[in-house]
């Protein structure tokens, strides 16, 4: 019987004062490896797709991420390309803006879901690595297809499949508002009604002095994605998304399509609570005032 890992981890980040709160995700011991070294596992053949019993379309269900690059996936070169192609079609107030931004505003930091397509391109690895962040779980349904991450804010994305329209009315959000339809074997959604608070890629748009970490990739409240999720055999998710944002970009900019390998059996998206200390000095500030 394969045993599983699993264990409670606390990160306090001294220097945010930020605490991010989460349970590693459950992998089987065979797939992960403890100590500095990398996670291996032997390639099996690949798998054909499986497909829906309602109506025939590749079934996307099942958790995605893990220690080990997905074939075909970018590399870091082909990456680091990509943002380099979203510089090029920034506005030049945004991509000054973009490129003063200090390594501490990055959203993420303030407990700020990554948003998409920022967390797909943490989830599908380009080189290998031991820690488990960045799961995806997706459920789908005759009508619906939900998302699940997990990396720094465990949240969810509800996609309508049954012909739905975007309502008339959009609360802003980080993840949008999603609604999709499927163009032959590939799940396609549109998603407007963003905040504007999401970066884009966690690239740097500009030259920056060694070892420096800031620089970022700003959105406005009028970004539009359309992604492209299909499944390049069983055990292989490909993601692609068209950005475009007329207040920031002076054009559109599409992603690299990212590939995800399926997760080891038994690997579990948890809970992830992120605490921003600003955030909870309002909370009891306000406690307070109600008492």
């Avoid at 748009?205 to 409240?221: A, F, V």
């Avoid at 559109?252 to 609570?273: D, F, I, K, N, Q």
Wanted: hydrophobic letters at 35%.
């Amino acid at each position: 019987m394969e045993k599983s890992l699993s264990a409670a981890v606390v990160v306090v980040g001294a220097a945010l004062g930020l605490a991010f709160v989460t349970r590693s995700a459950s992998v089987p011991a065979a797939a992960h490896q403890r100590g500095g070294g990398q996670a291996t596992v032997t390639p099996s053949p690949a798998k054909p797709v499986p497909r829906t019993p309602w109506d025939g379309k590749p079934d996307l269900t099942g958790t995605w991420g893990g220690p080990l690059p997905a074939t075909g996936t970018p590399t870091s070169e082909e990456r680091a390309s990509s943002v380099t192609a979203l510089a090029r079609v920034y506005q030049p107030w945004a991509l000054e803006k973009s490129n003063a931004l200090a390594y501490l505003e990055d959203p993420r930091l303030h407990c700020g879901p990554w948003g998409f397509p920022r967390y797909i391109d943490g989830a599908s690895l380009a080189v290998p690595r031991n820690a488990f962040y960045f799961l995806l779980q997706i459920v789908q349904a005759p009508k619906e297809t939900d998302v699940l991450v997990e990396y720094t804010y465990a949240g969810y994305r509800a996609i309508p499949t049954d012909g739905s329209t975007h309502p008339k009315t959009i609360v802003p959000s980080y993840f949008g508002d999603s609604v999709g339809h499927w163009e032959g074997d590939t799940l396609v959604v549109d998603v407007k009604g963003f905040n504007g608070k999401i970066w884009l890629a966690s690239g740097k748009l500009g030259t920056r002095p060694p070892g420096d970490l800031g620089g970022g990739t700003i959105t406005s409240d009028a970004l539009h994605e359309v992604e492209r999720w299909r499944l390049v055999d069983g055990d292989t998710l490909e993601y692609q998304a068209t950005i475009e944002d007329p207040k920031v970009l002076t054009g559109s900019w599409t992603t690299p399509r990212y590939r995800l390998r399926r997760a080891p059996p038994g690997a579990v998206v948890h809970e992830a609570v992120c605490l921003d200390p600003e955030d909870l000095g309002v909370m009891k500030a306000a406690t307070k005032e109600q008492k």
